[in-house]
C-alpha cells in the first residue's frame, strides 16, 4: 500500500485543533488532510491512550485530540464519509518508535560473505584462491607503488588547496576586521586616520616604541594600575592604531567600539593606557635642542635673528563649562569667550616643537602661563626668543627679545620699526602653523567634557610631541 505523504499548507480552516502528542507539530488550522480525534470515553481504553502518549501529569479535557498521523490505515473505518476509528483501536505510530521504518541492516549483515574455513577441515589453499578471485578482493595482498604514488600526489593536492582555502579565509578575516592590517596596503587611509604622512612612516615609529610596550602599565576596569602581562581585547599595534584615531578624528568611545567591536569601556581602558605610556616614552626624550644644533640647522629666513633660539605662542581648547561658579571663573577665557584650556607651545626655527608647557585654566595670561611653565630655567644670556606682542616678559628672562614694535603716544611707526615688525610677524607666523598641525587632531576640535580632564594634558602633550614624527617640514626648502 502506497504511503500517504502529509504536507503542510497554507491556512484552510479558521478553527485552531493541535495534537497533543509530544514532538507533533500538525495543526489544522494548516492541514486539511489530517483528521484530529478525541480520547475514548472507557476508562481502560483511555488509560491505554494516555500511556502510548508518553506525557508526565497529562490531564485529558473534551479539546484533547490525537491526529490520524499517530494511527495505522487498518485503524479506520472504511467507506465512512468522515475518517472515524474503529472501536478499541489506540494510536501506535510515534516519533520515537517509527513503526513504519523497518530497522536498517548493518552493512555487515547486508553483505555475503564466503564462509570462514575450518582448520581442521579439507579446505586447500586453491579453493581459498579461488574464493579471492570470485569475491574480487584479496585484503591481505600489498597496493602497487602506482597505486601508493596516486594517492600520495593527491593527499599533496590536497594539503596545497586546504592552504589556500586558509590563506582566503584569513586575508577575508582581515579585510572584514577593522585593524591597521586593513589600511597598510593605503597611505591616504593611513594618513586620514593617524596623522602619519605613510604606512611605512607609522612603522618605523612603531618599531621605536614596541620595545617598551612590554613594560606597559595597563588600566583595569578597576580603576587601578596592574602589572603588565594582562590579556588585552586587542593586539598592541591595534590598540595603538585606536589610540591614534581617537586622537586624529575625535571619535567617541562608542564608535571606536563598534569598529574594533570591543566594549566602549574597553576603549576608555585602552585609550587612558596609551595617553600615559606614550607620555612618559615620548616625554623620556628630550626635546629641547642645545644652541648648537638650533644654530646648525638655522633657515636662511632667520639671518637677521640668527640669535633665536625659540619662537613661543600660546593656544588655547575649548573645554566643557563646570556647573561650578568658581570653576567656571578659573577657566573662562575671555579672548575665548569660552571655557579653555591653555598651553605654551614652543618651536626651533627649523620647524619642531622643542617646548611644551602643561595645560592650565583659560583664565590664566600669557605672561603669568611663561612664567609657570618653566621656560626661563632653559634660557641663558645668549639667546633670543621671538614672542608675540601679548607676552610683557621682559623682566622675566635673561635673554633678548625679538617681539612686533608697540606704537607709543598714538605715534607713526618709523620704517625701520615697520620693517623689524613684519620680519618678526613673517617668522612668528610659522608656530601658528605648527599649533594648526598639532589642532588636526580633530579630537581638540570639539568641547572637551570634563569627563577626561584627568588625561587630557597627556592627550594635548603626546599630540604635541607626535607632530615631530607625524609631518614632514613646516617648509619644503628645510629639508635640505
Known sequence: MEKKVF??????????????????????????????????????????????????????????????????????????????????????????????????????????????????????????DFDVERTGHDYCSVPEAAAVDMVLHENEELKREIEDVRKQLEQTKITHRFGLRRFAGSDEDIRFYTRFATYNHLMAFWELIEPATHRMIRVTNSKVFKEPGNTRALPAIDEFFLFLMHLALGLKQRDLGHRFQVHQTTVSRIVTTWANFLYFVLGSVCIWMPKEKVRAHLPEEFHQFRDTQVILDCTEIRCQTPSSLLLQSEVFSNYKSHCTFKALVGMAPHGAITFVSALYAGSISDRELFKQSGIINLLTPDMAIMVDKGFLIDSLVPCKIHRPVFLTNGKQMSADEVTHTQSV?????????????????????????????????????????????????LVKAWSH
Open 425 to 473: 610677524a613673517r617668522l612668528r607666523v610659522h608656530v601658528e602653523r605648527l599649533i594648526r598641525r598639532v589642532k588636526e587632531h580633530k579630537l581638540f576640535d570639539t568641547v572637551i567634557p570634563l569627563s577626561i580632564s584627568g588625561s587630557i594634558n597627556q592627550l594635548f602633550t603626546v599630540a604635541c610631541l607626535l607632530v615631530n614624527y607625524q609631518c614632514g617640514p
Open 7 to 128: 504536507r503542510y499548507q497554507k491556512l484552510m480552516r479558521p478553527r485552531s485543533e493541535h495534537c497533543c502528542v509530544p514532538l507533533c507539530v500538525v495543526s489544522a488550522r494548516y492541514n486539511s488532510t489530517v483528521s484530529f480525534h478525541s480520547f475514548p470515553v472507557e476508562e481502560d481504553l483511555r488509560k491505554k491512550w494516555i500511556a502510548q502518549i508518553r506525557r508526565d501529569d497529562f490531564q485529558v479535557n473534551k479539546n484533547t485530540k490525537v491526529c490520524s498521523v499517530h494511527f495505522r490505515h487498518d485503524d479506520f473505518m472504511e467507506g465512512a464519509r468522515l475518517k472515524r476509528l474503529k472501536k478499541g483501536v489506540f494510536p501506535t505510530r510515534f516519533e520515537w518508535n517509527r513503526q513504519e521504518q523497518p530497522p536498517r541492516l548493518s552493512v555487515w549483515e547486508r553483505r555475503e560473505r564466503p564462509l570462514t574455513p575450518d582448520p581442521d577441515s579439507d579446505v586447500d589453499q586453491e579453493d581459498m
